[in-house]
């Protein structure tokens, strides 16, 4: 049950029209309600508030503001977007679709869990090549759960000023506890880089030991995702603090199948050459063959053709080749 204070701030909160304290002291409320072990209206209380955002956010409630957009500080820090996409539209090998979609299904029963002491998982670290779906996977997480995705902004986030960053990261970790999303750190070896690096600075490692600390004590009801193409660099301590480390691979022949016939259906040949397409994209990533079918198709629009040969598309995807970065 709410306390009096509560109550007393959430209709000021409303005859003031202040949308963000409304919500602040619903979620204070639902959180008060799941500690005295009533986690169903607790977990009522939050979809009512995710409820008013998302229709909000649509403008289906006056002209007001989303709810989730960031103010002040915290404007510079993340960018707010509300995705539609979702897993089963991505192309992924079953290893990294699973423990995906585990992590949706416990997020959804996170009520159920926690009435037996168990916690769901929450915090995801997505690693692999550039191109392969980990900035896609935030974005279908979010449309998954109809949860905002709060995308951190670097340039916002990592300044010269000592201990600034530390502070920022701060405001974001308690932005978690006010507002539910998805909040979504790419990019991620600019904050969690080994601290035992020879290039490695003071405030570096006061950075990484920040995020630690908050990660460490986070007990929001958002979900954590984080990205980075380049594993080695970072820090082991990091990885026991994620409930998943999820690989992401370049596409198998299989998968550049599915995902041509993804782009291209409306456009394909009755039998394509599926040899020729695997054979001249094997190599290139999820996005270098989504672009490339994307090329094919305005070709077939513009040109006023029906449909894409074999050998145009397969031509298409050389061209990415060629301007692939030597491996050596």
């Given amino acids: 049950m709410a306390t009096a204070a509560q109550l007393k701030s959430l209709f000021r909160s409303y005859s003031d029209a202040d949308s963000e304290q409304f919500v602040s002291v619903a979620l204070q409320i639902a959180a008060h309600s799941a500690q005295k072990g009533d986690g169903k209206l607790a977990q009522e209380l939050r979809d009512i508030v995710d409820d008013i955002k998302r229709r909000q956010s649509s403008g289906r409630i006056g002209g007001a503001v989303p709810i989730s957009r960031p103010t002040g500080e915290l404007a510079g820090l993340l960018a707010v977007s509300y995705p539609k996409t979702r897993l089963t539209e ?44 980990k900035t896609m996977t935030a974005s279908a997480l979010a449309g998954e759960l109809q949860l905002p995705l709060m995308a951190v902004q670097l340039h916002g986030l990592i300044t010269k000023f000592m201990g600034e960053t530390a502070t920022k990261l701060h405001l974001i970790f308690q932005a978690m506890m006010q507002t539910r999303g998805v909040y979504f750190f790419d990019e991620f070896d600019a904050i969690g880089a080994d601290r035992g690096a020879q290039n490695d600075v003071g405030e570096a490692r006061r950075i990484l030991n920040s995020f630690l600390q908050f990660l460490e004590q986070d007990a929001s009801d958002s979900l954590i995702v984080a990205a980075t193409n380049y594993v080695g660099m970072l820090d082991e301590a990091l990885f026991r603090r994620f409930d998943d480390v999820i690989e992401y691979h370049r596409p198998s022949r299989e998968e550049i199948q599915a995902l041509i016939e993804n782009r291209l259906h409306p456009f394909l040949e009755k039998r394509p050459k599926w040899k020729l397409l695997q054979d001249a994209a094997q190599g290139l990533s999820h996005a270098e063959i989504a672009r490339a079918c994307d090329d094919a198709a305005k070709s077939c629009i513009l040109d006023d053709h029906s449909e894409v040969s074999a050998q145009r598309l397969a031509e298409l995807f050389q061209e990415r080749q060629r301007t692939l970065p030597t491996q050596g």
């Fill in 90 to 133: 991505m192309v992924l090998e079953n290893q990294t679709r699973a423990p995906l979609a585990r992590a949706v299904y416990e997020f959804r029963h996170q009520e159920k869990l926690r009435s037996h002491g168990l916690s769901a998982r929450r915090k995801l670290l997505l690693v692999g090549p550039p191109g392969c779906g």
